[in-house]
């Protein structure tokens, strides 16, 4: 079944730096990568995803990219703020199921002031 | 905020116990799937409910079930509690339209206590 390893596990940058969260897959037919982020007592919320036809999407300061052939995608954040800090997985479709998901194990992420 | 709601926040049982934990979907959602997040860890699928059938299920066994009901609510029905079945229980919401990869949205989870 799919796999999804993430990298780091644990992340800390200084305010407005940038941060680089990296996962793999294994399951080549996986097609939909979306990114949660969950705070502390919290679940987890939505905060970007990408579809396999594309490479690439942005949303203010928070990018995806996505290499199929590698099956690897990435999370960029940049100019990190304090609030930013939470634990981030991300996830991917499993096939044949359409909606639902293996998450990886969650990067911690801790944007020092 | 997701509108997806669970209950209780919180729930201390004894192992061999059974519990039920619920789930109100967001205004809209046909779909409902069940996550297991042990502490340190990330979600792993337990079963997917749509038009009050299940629709998937993960590697989870079968004292663990759920319940769809026509208002697209849902429950988590685990029996014969053991220690390791202790964790933050969360359901997403999402609709589901043929095979379109939909988003999911999860609400806050129920922490469960095993003891």
């Known amino acids: 079944g799919e796999n999804v390893e993430q990298h780091p596990s644990t992340l800390s940058v200084q305010e407005g730096d940038s941060a680089v969260i990296k996962c793999t897959y294994s399951d080549s037919a996986s097609n939909y990568f979306p990114w949660y982020k969950q705070e502390l007592g919290k679940g987890p919320q939505l905060i970007i995803d990408?579809?396999?036809?594309?490479g690439e999407k942005k949303d203010q300061r928070i990018a995806v990219t996505l290499n199929k052939t590698a099956k690897h995608f990435s999370l960029h954040i940049t100019e990190t703020q304090p609030e930013d800090s939470a634990v981030y997985f991300c996830?991917?479709?499993?096939?044949?199921?359409?909606?639902?998901?293996?998450f990886g194990p969650g990067t911690r992420l801790s944007v020092l002031p | 905020e997701t509108g997806v709601t669970q209950s209780p926040t919180h729930l201390i049982k004894t192992r061999g116990q059974q519990v039920t934990l619920r789930c109100s979907s967001q205004?809209?959602?046909?779909?409902v799937s069940w996550y297991q997040q042990a502490l340190g860890q990330g979600p792993q699928f337990i079963f997917q409910y749509y038009r009050e059938e299940e629709n998937g299920r993960g590697n989870f066994p079968p004292r663990f079930s759920g319940l769809q009901f026509p208002n697209y609510s849902s429950e988590l029905n685990v029996n014969a509690l053991e220690l390791d079945d202790s964790a933050l229980y969360l359901c997403a919401s999402s609709f589901k339209i043929g095979t379109e990869k939909e988003t999911q949205y999860f609400g806050p989870g129920t922490r469960l206590l095993v003891l």
């Open positions: 990408i579809r396999s036809n594309v």
């Open positions: 996830a991917a479709s499993i096939p044949p199921y359409g909606q639902n998901f293996v």
């Open positions: 205004s809209g959602h046909n779909t």
